[in-house]
């Protein structure tokens, strides 16, 4: 890596007669404060090459490398000048004007098309050599790090280029036993026929009638009974918007931008705001769009898209009591809302589903047990009370995922486990595609990232995801819909069918 800056210091009086004074501070601080940061051992850091003397300003060049950032080298130097200059003679640096930053970086690969990003121009490549201009970056920019991030952000684009098409790491971890299948329908099309559920009445959604939603609720207690409460989680109820901060930080919102729901509020409460609105509502039965623009905020926050990023926010700066570690908690009060487009099927890929998010957050060791004695109790349910033909296999993270797919932090400790279930409507078992039910996550980031800290030890977090619509898809695409059909263990959860509504 290699950064080149050229700037102009200006002073807030004539230096004409302190050029010595000045070219000797910046000697030593070549020799000393532009050296900070580069490792032991190592040659390197920033070093000034050109000064031109102006009577009240000074252009500099400065190259550096990758241990010192060429724009935090002038930010030292200035506050080094300012100091001595103003002590010495009460002559301070009025501002710096970047006049060219050309940044020069190593990529993995070539690119094969144009790589652009914002805040940058003229993005050149030799090779696997990058070249690109820095030059319109405000200072607050430089000082937030934009250029280490415009940096990243190149290299993922050139990376993404090269890995696109590439399949998803997934390693099978275990399979149970071939199961007898009861049938071979798609139960979403099965059950609309019979009226247990209704197309929503916008995309994507549902309308659980009562026997469906029996089966739904009835998943719930099994996996609250049966996994959640014999372990020691307890319940909390979280709120359904997340506000964009929450999903800056968990990573949503420059992996998932393109699934969220976006929420906007009213602008104004004032019912005199809204007459003209409410008038044309009265008389044309429809909804003035383009007025109704004008009355509400541009969103700040999103719908949930999962439970975890509110559940990390509440515990945001906070320690957590050795006594509660590990720290077990669930929602299932929040649906989650995303846009699945194009992938949209049945009742198992949906706009707006229902799920149970368990939340651990804990030591490693403890992390660890966790995840043993979780993969226990879901056996238990899969095995004896659902009874289903499933498996599980170790994915990547879903954050990087959800992330972009880039974040390569990742420890070995970390990881996801997807359990997958075969659906019969699909096809062979061999040959279809099976439907992952649920997950389970282990990661270091989260509690860094909110900066939740226990009395002593490091902590990890992790969640899984328990769908109820796609543990209700797996069973009755499994077992159908008659429930004399049913596991008995099934059975004794969900009690008689409800008479259901009868309509003509
Ligand atoms: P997929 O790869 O199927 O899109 P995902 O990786 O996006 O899933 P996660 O974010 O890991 O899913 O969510 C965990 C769980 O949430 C899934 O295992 C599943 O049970 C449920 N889930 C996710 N997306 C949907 C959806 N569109 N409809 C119904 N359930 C879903
Ligand atoms: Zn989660
Ligand atoms: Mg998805």
């Known amino acids: 890596m290699k950064f080149e800056l050229v700037c102009l210091f200006k002073f807030s009086g004539d230096v004409d007669d302190k050029q010595d004074y000045i070219t000797k501070l910046i000697k030593a ?51 080094n000048l300012s100091r001595n200059l103003g002590k010495e003679y009460h002559i301070g640096i009025r501002g710096i004007d970047i006049i060219s930053y050309i940044v020069e970086l190593q990529c993995e690969f070539k690119p094969i098309e144009p790589v652009t990003v914002p805040f940058t121009e003229d993005i050149e490549f030799e090779e696997r050599l990058c070249r690109f201009n820095a030059s319109k970056l405000t200072q607050e920019q430089m000082e937030n790090n934009y250029v280490d991030r415009i940096i990243k952000r190149i290299q993922e684009k050139v990376n993404a280029q090269h890995y696109k098409g590439k399949a998803e790491q997934w390693n099978l971890i275990w399979s149970s036993q071939e199961k007898r299948m009861v049938w071979d329908k798609d139960p979403t099309v099965e059950m609309e026929k019979r009226g247990w559920i209704l197309k929503g009445p916008t995309k994507g959604k549902w309308f659980y009638k009562p026997q469906a939603a029996k089966i739904l609720n009835t998943m719930e207690r099994i996996a609250i009974e049966e996994v959640l409460q014999p372990l020691g989680f307890q319940e909390v109820i979280q709120s359904m918007m997340v506000p964009f901060d929450v999903w800056i930080d968990t990573g949503h919102m420059e992996g998932v931008p393109n699934e969220i729901y976006y929420v906007s509020e009213p602008l104004t409460r004032t019912p005199s705001e809204w007459e003209g ?79 149970i998010e368990p939340v651990y957050i804990g030591t490693l060791e403890q992390l660890t047990d966790l995840r043993e004695s979780l993969i226990q109790r879901y056996t238990y349910v899969f095995e004896e009370v659902l009874e289903l033909e499933w498996r ?68 990890y977090s992790g969640c899984s995801g328990i769908g109820l619509e796609r543990w209700a898809s797996a069973f009755l695409a499994q077992k159908g819909l008659e429930p004399g059909d049913w596991p008995e263990r099934f059975r004794e959860f969900h009690g008689d069918p409800p008479k259901g509504l009868k309509l003509l």
């Open 29 to 79: 601080a070549e020799e000393d404060l532009l050296k900070r940061g580069v490792p032991k051992d190592l040659e390197g850091g920033a070093s000034v090459k050109d000064m031109i003397f102006h009577p009240h300003a000074l252009e500099l060049k400065v190259v550096s490398d990758r241990y010192v950032r060429a724009h935090d080298a002038v930010f030292r130097l200035k506050k």
């Open 277 to 355: 609105f409410v008038d044309h509502v009265k008389i044309a039965r429809e909804i003035p769009v383009a007025l109704l623009k004008e009355l509400i905020s541009e969103p700040r926050s999103g719908i949930c898209y999962a439970q975890c990023p509110v559940i990390y926010w509440s515990l945001r700066n906070q320690t957590i009591a050795d006594e509660s570690l590990p720290l077990l908690v669930y929602d299932r009060t929040v649906p989650s809302a995303r846009y699945e487009s194009g992938g949209r099927h049945g009742i198992e890929r949906v706009d707006e589903f229902h799920r």
């Open 392 to 459: 599980m296999a170790q994915v990547e993270p879903f954050y990087l995922q959800q992330s972009g797919g880039t974040d390569k932090g990742a420890d070995e400790n970390e990881g996801t486990i997807d359990f997958e279930a075969y659906l019969p409507y699909r096809g062979d078992r061999k040959e279809s595609e099976w439907l992952e039910f649920q997950n389970l996550s282990i990661f270091g980031k989260y509690t860094k990232v909110f900066n939740i800290k226990s009395q002593a030890k490091e902590l």
